[in-house]
């Protein structure tokens, strides 16, 4: 079933693409689709209803994202364009404040541009990591565009309770995060999204845990497909693989006490450099990447 975006009368913007149903497994969003779809028009009051009940609900920035996404997970309930991502966002945050008293982002110390002697000790205390770095990695090695220039950037929130993020998708750091790669390098890059898709119940806060638990349960399918897990917490604020198409962003460590929380959008950025090739400062030596 496919119903025009134009539809969404009650909603501010006109984004691209389609409201594009799946054919669901869940009984219980079948009905809940029906119920909130019977007027043409889905609120992100009632898409976050159809969170609640735990469809999986696929996010595109365009239609070749809903294409691509759809190659990644044949079984989705519903595909939602990326501004939706956005207000959904809005209103799983309020209910994690709510919920726990606070919000992520008030947690640890704010650092929005560190001096260089700060930033070393920050990388020496190891706040943001990566995995296997000791040596340089492959700039032939995947993930990188593909003869278009286009690469994907998946976001993937935790389902589960222990590891829920308080923004979702991070969708709006998501777009922010990845901007700075198309204007620097030229390339197109294409966001998605999945929620409920990665359940890491499995696994404790552990970020060396956590990314291997995604690369597991997540198939990145395409050599030009990066997967972003997102998580309230961990041990590390991120952590990306070298060269590698996974990586996981915490909205803060959980060793917060004292220690820097950085800017969501600026730990994507940070993380997604390391899937793209580039080394920490401290290990890159006299080849710096900046």
């Not at 992520?104 to 929005?112: A, D, F, S, W």
């Amino acid at each position: 079933m496919l119903i025009s975006i134009a539809t969404a009368a009650n909603l501010n913007s006109k984004p691209e693409g389609a409201i594009e149903i799946g054919k669901t497994n869940n009984k219980k969003v079948e009905t809940l689709l029906g119920e909130v779809l019977k007027d043409n028009k889905l609120t992100p009051e009632e898409l976050k209803t159809l969170y609640d009940a735990r469809a999986k609900i696929l996010v595109a920035e365009n239609e070749m994202a809903a294409n691509h996404l759809k190659k990644l997970h044949e079984d989705y309930d519903l595909i939602v364009p990326g501004y939706m991502a956005s207000e959904l966002d809005k209103l799983i945050a309020e209910e994690y404040v709510k919920r726990h008293g606070y919000h992520p982002e008030e947690l640890g110390v704010k650092q929005i541009e560190p001096v260089n002697e700060k930033l070393d000790d920050m990388i020496r205390e190891g706040d943001v990591s990566i995995q296997g770095c000791e040596s340089p990695g492959n700039p032939n090695d995947p993930p990188y565009a593909d003869s278009n220039g286009v690469i994907y950037v998946v976001s993937y929130p935790a389902s589960d309770s222990a590891h829920t993020p308080a923004d979702g998708t991070n969708w709006d750091d998501i777009m922010a995060g990845t901007a700075p790669f198309e204007d620097e390098f030229g390339v197109d890059v294409i966001l998605g999204g999945c929620y409920n898709c990665w359940d890491a119940s499995d696994v404790d806060d552990d970020a060396y845990n956590l990314i291997n638990d995604l690369e597991e349960d997540v198939d990145h399918k395409t050599e030009n497909t990066v997967i972003v897990g997102w998580v309230d917490d961990a041990t590390l604020n991120g952590i990306g693989v070298l060269s590698g198409h996974y990586s996981v962003c915490a909205e803060a460590p959980v060793w917060w006490v004292g220690k820097v929380n950085w800017p969501d959008d600026s730990v994507v950025q940070h993380e997604l450099s390391h899937n793209f090739d580039a080394q920490d400062q401290d290990e890159s030596g006299t080849n710096c990447t900046g």
